[in-house]
């Protein structure tokens, strides 16, 4: 089965509709929606990054994914921009409580859950025109991924930005592009119809 692929469109919808929300939780959302979109990461990695994440070079960012191997992901220029927003706004909200989560939350886990960006990305789809049966935090990973095969990136280096350690797994996208074009000559192919399966 296919992974569900949002249009460049819909995703500047929803970056959109982050940006128009009301802060502190407009900053906040903008920074990890711009982060996840910026770099395909997993939404365990993104809820659970550590603020020593961004202390190495503010141009990339450290991601500890499976099996604890970490990965250095390139940040855009949008990503930074909304980080480097987001910073004063957590210091504010912490004052003198100290936390090493970029995403503070008075949780358990001390940081943010993934069920809660969850629901605050529902949200944001909703105001963006997005059905949220098409809607989940995974979404934005397979958006990464798909986006960048489409404009011409390699797949080996795709690989290596979302973690994946079979090349087979990052492949699939290729298929989610290939999928439109297969449909397409299906439904206008004159000898489509006509087409049988040879025995």
Same mark, same amino acid.
């Given at each position: 089965?296919?992974?569900?692929?949002?249009?460049?469109?819909?995703?500047?919808?929803?970056?959109?509709?982050?940006?128009?929300?009301?802060?502190?939780?407009?900053?906040?959302?903008?920074?990890?929606?711009?982060?996840?979109?910026?770099?395909?990461?997993?939404?365990?990695?993104?809820?659970?990054?550590?603020?020593?994440?961004?202390?190495?070079?503010?141009?990339?960012?450290?991601?500890?994914?499976?099996?604890?191997?970490?990965?250095?992901?390139?940040?855009?220029?949008?990503?930074?921009?909304?980080?480097?927003?987001?910073?004063?706004?957590?210091?504010?909200?912490?004052?003198?409580?100290?936390?090493?989560?970029?995403?503070?939350?008075?949780?358990?886990?001390? #940081?943010?859950? &993934?069920? +809660? @960006? /969850?629901? %605050? *990305? !529902?949200?944001? $789809?909703?105001?963006?025109?997005?059905?949220?049966?098409?809607?989940?935090? #995974?979404?934005? &990973?397979? +958006? @990464? /991924?798909? %986006? *960048? !095969?489409?404009? $011409?990136?390699?797949?080996?280096?795709?690989?290596?930005?979302?973690?994946?350690?079979?090349?087979?797994?990052?492949?699939?996208?290729?298929?989610?592009?290939?999928?439109?074009?297969?449909?397409?000559?299906?439904?206008?192919?004159?000898?489509?119809?006509?087409?049988?399966?040879?025995?």
């Amino acid at each position: 089965m296919l992974p569900k692929v949002l249009s460049e469109q819909e995703v500047d919808g929803l970056l959109s509709a982050a940006r128009g929300l009301a802060p502190p939780a407009g900053v906040m959302m903008t920074a990890l929606m711009e982060l996840l979109y910026a770099t395909g990461m997993r939404v365990s990695e993104l809820v659970g990054l550590p603020f020593s994440a961004l202390a190495r070079n503010p141009e990339m960012l450290v991601v500890r994914g499976k099996g604890d191997k970490e990965r250095m992901v390139p940040l855009s220029q949008p990503a930074r921009q909304a980080v480097a927003a987001w910073l004063p706004v957590r210091a504010e909200l912490l004052g003198k409580t100290p936390s090493k989560w970029l995403f503070p939350a008075h949780g358990k886990a001390g #940081h943010l859950t &993934r069920s +809660a @960006f /969850a629901k %605050h *990305l !529902l949200k944001l $789809g909703m105001a963006a025109g997005i059905d949220p049966r098409r809607l989940s935090p #995974h979404v934005l &990973r397979h +958006a @990464f /991924a798909t %986006h *960048l !095969l489409a404009h $011409g990136a390699d797949l080996r280096v795709v690989q290596e930005l979302l973690g994946h350690a079979d090349i087979a797994t990052t492949e699939i996208y290729t298929h989610v592009l290939d999928e439109p074009k297969t449909r397409l000559v299906q439904q206008h192919h004159p000898l489509a119809g006509l087409m049988k399966p040879r025995h």
